[in-house]
């Protein structure tokens, strides 16, 4: 039967999601059942297309991915695929109607990573779209249900949260993209030389995209308000951590948050959710 091999497949999406981020893992749970399976599958495909261009070094990175996109294209026409985390991705992507334009532009972002970029500030907001800002919106479809109008609204402010935890990623991560794979994505900044100007300059610009990704937090769905609210938290408590070092460390540590400061922001999260204080 068909249905054993989806439950497969969505329970394929699931342990990836376990096994690469306890983060968004927590978020996940902190959503409404119903919601769960979803954004297991979008994350799923998700991290399968970052892991290629991110860490297949030892393969022909260009023919993998390739092949994946082809695989991904073949999976929603077909709405099957022998690739688990594909027929689950696929499974979602028509219940909640998610277009291919933004998954064709999650894809763009990826195979850019697959060569050397100078990142202009074209260049720069071009692949935080693909990157993090539809992945947003393939969310918000599904804690809409697929609803337009809903969709249409709070569009904006999704694409500002996904483009405040990418941009903290970059800062997080500024050492293993500089070091180890040679990427800046800072337009403009070159890493040699960060200073406390150039991190100050970032920082405020990721402080408007959280206040206004806040704003539509407010607007969400109670379904799916009190996880997008512990995800917000997390990375903006990562984000304070990162502000307060100063910029001579950033290429020198990854910033953490703990195991059990992330368990105290779930229960934290949690109880301003169930008692509407968000």
Same mark, same amino acid.
């Given at each position: 039967?068909?249905?054993?091999?989806?439950?497969?497949?969505y329970?394929?999406?699931k342990?990836?999601?376990?096994?690469?981020?306890?983060?968004?893992?927590?978020?996940?749970?902190?959503?409404?059942?119903?919601l769960?399976?979803?954004?297991?599958?979008?994350?799923?495909?998700?991290?399968?297309?970052?892991?290629?261009?991110?860490? &297949?070094?030892?393969? @022909?990175?260009?023919?993998?991915?390739?092949?994946? %996109?082809?695989?991904?294209?073949?999976? /929603? =026409?077909?709405?099957?695929?022998l690739?688990?985390?594909?027929?689950s991705?696929?499974?979602?992507?028509?219940r909640?109607?998610?277009e291919?334009e933004?998954?064709?532009?999650?894809?763009?972002?990826?195979?850019m990573?697959?060569?050397?970029?100078?990142?202009?500030?074209?260049?720069?907001?071009?692949?935080?779209?693909?990157?993090?800002?539809?992945?947003?919106?393939?969310?918000?479809?599904?804690?809409?249900?697929?609803?337009?109008?809903?969709?249409?609204?709070?569009?904006?402010?999704?694409?500002?949260?996904?483009?405040?935890?990418?941009?903290?990623?970059?800062?997080?991560?500024?050492?293993?993209?500089?070091?180890?794979?040679?990427?800046?994505? &800072?337009?403009?900044? @070159?890493?040699?030389?960060?200073?406390?100007t150039? %991190?100050?300059?970032?920082?405020?610009? /990721? =402080?408007n995209?959280?206040?206004?990704?806040?704003?539509g937090?407010?607007?969400?769905?109670?379904?799916?308000?009190?996880?997008?609210?512990?995800?917000?938290?997390?990375?903006?408590?990562?984000?304070?951590?990162?502000?307060?070092?100063p910029?001579s460390?950033?290429l020198?540590?990854?910033?953490?948050?703990?195991?059990?400061?992330?368990?105290?922001?779930?229960?934290?999260?949690?109880?301003?959710?169930?008692?509407?204080l968000?």
């Open positions: 039967m068909k249905s054993i091999f989806d439950n497969v497949s329970a394929c999406s342990y990836t999601t376990r096994m690469y981020s306890t983060s968004f893992s927590m978020g996940i749970k902190a959503l409404n059942k119903e769960h399976k979803p954004i297991y599958n979008i994350y799923g495909f998700v991290r399968l297309a970052d892991e290629i261009v991110d860490t &297949f070094h030892d393969y @022909d990175k260009f023919e993998l991915f390739k092949r994946f %996109k082809n695989d991904t294209i073949s999976a /929603i =026409e077909e709405k099957i695929s690739n688990p985390i594909l027929n991705f696929q499974e979602t992507v028509h909640y109607q998610i291919w933004l998954i064709e532009t999650f894809l763009n972002s990826m195979e990573d697959l060569e050397d970029q100078i990142y202009n500030e074209e260049k720069y907001k071009l692949y935080i779209l693909g990157s993090a800002e539809v992945v947003g919106l393939m969310c918000l479809k599904v804690f809409v249900h697929g609803n337009e109008s809903e969709f249409e609204k709070l569009k904006p402010y999704a694409m500002k949260l996904g483009s405040a935890f990418q941009k903290v990623n970059f800062l997080r991560d500024a050492n293993s993209d500089f070091e180890g794979l040679g990427r800046t994505y &800072f337009p403009g900044v @070159d890493m040699n030389k960060f200073d406390e150039e %991190k100050r300059k970032i920082e405020i610009d /990721i =402080e995209d959280f206040k206004k990704g806040l704003i937090i407010k607007m969400l769905p109670y379904s799916s308000r009190g996880g997008v609210f512990l995800a917000y938290r997390y990375y903006y408590n990562l984000f304070l951590k990162i502000k307060a070092i910029s460390r950033v020198d540590e990854r910033v953490r948050i703990p195991n059990s400061n992330k368990l105290a922001l779930l229960v934290e999260s949690m109880v301003m959710h169930q008692f509407k968000i």
